[in-house]
DNA sequence: TAAGAATGTTAAGGTAGCTTAACATAAAGA
DNA sequence: TCTTTATGTTAAGCTACCTTAACATTCTTA
């Protein structure tokens, strides 16, 4: 049961992730990167960026000589471009397939797109791509899936809880636990 | 553009997602849960649970007394259910829905369980009870999507990429840069 | 070409989360 | 009770990532 100790072993930090999205950004945008820029595209201080270069540098991400303008290696270029793709894909089935408003769609795939592997990517992708298709079955389910009930359905038909019939939810109801009111922010102050 | 650096405020890092977690654990398996316990639960040093069992308890989170038992607050039981839920269902979409091994779908989850919002969870939560159901449409859905093409369909196509025809990954073949093999670890050594 | 403005780096310091080593407390047994 | 063992805490130090303040370099322009 070591698995969340991998967490700090990723590939790339969220930080070295939005880095690289803002270096190739302002490639695209205007031709080259510079500390300057990054630090306002990012919101952060220019000496933040200049110590995260060298961090960067360090894994090999990024090519950066004092004073000049910051370059993707070929390692941090592809990164950069998995981390949006799998952004875009992971906002799209929020939104269009989940129908979770935009706001949390976009604040959720910027927290995890770092962080799910390339085999979710491409599967989530697909299964996006299918059902937003003109496929009778994903028309269908389009149809079917609007009127689907919000919570688990053993436990939404009120009847005392038959938790055999609910595969997911077993012994204990996942819909409620989920958005059961923490008052987190009440707790800190 | 600032979405991003509010990662580290969130209402809980994943380090202290997983020693909720280890608390509500050991509580239910052994009725009590002692530093001992949780550091050798999560395999990291007893001091490291001492500090970190301090941090809770500033974040309202755990009750602890010097040599004596941690106590989950109802706050933090709540998180800890929360995130126990949201990895549950996580790893059913990914495995059951998704068909991700279970290997990579526990290790995503674990990763993100944390992070994803309980809007997204509930209506994955909604999505993967409806998909595995028995609900005539779940069932043409399952038949029709093992054979679904596992590429974006205009681009796996392989007719010279007409974009516009797939609107997931509009200009840009999202499929490719979501696989690309990066080589990082090599680029470390 | 020298002054001033724009840009970038270094230095020092803060929080989070981990480590090991040394020390303190509690529990058990002779 | 007194000692041994189990358990928990403190202290010091590490990396990552951020900050501000001070300093260095480069660019611009008069």
Redesign the pocket.
Known sequence: MDI??R??EKE?????A??LQAVAALKAEKGHA??????DH???????????????E?HGLVR??????VELTSVGAGLATRTESSRRVLTMFLTDILGVPDAIASEDACMIEHLVSSEVSVELLRLTTFLRSQHPVARQFRDAYRTSPRACAAHAAGASGSPDTCGVCADTCLHDSLICDLGVAAART
Do not use: P
């Open positions: 969340w100790k967490f700090g790339i930090s969220h930080s070295m939005h880095y510079r500390v300057g820029d990054i630090a990012l919101g952060v201080s220019k000496s933040g960026v200049t110590s995260m270069l060298r961090s960067l360090r950066h000589e004092r004073y000049g303008c």
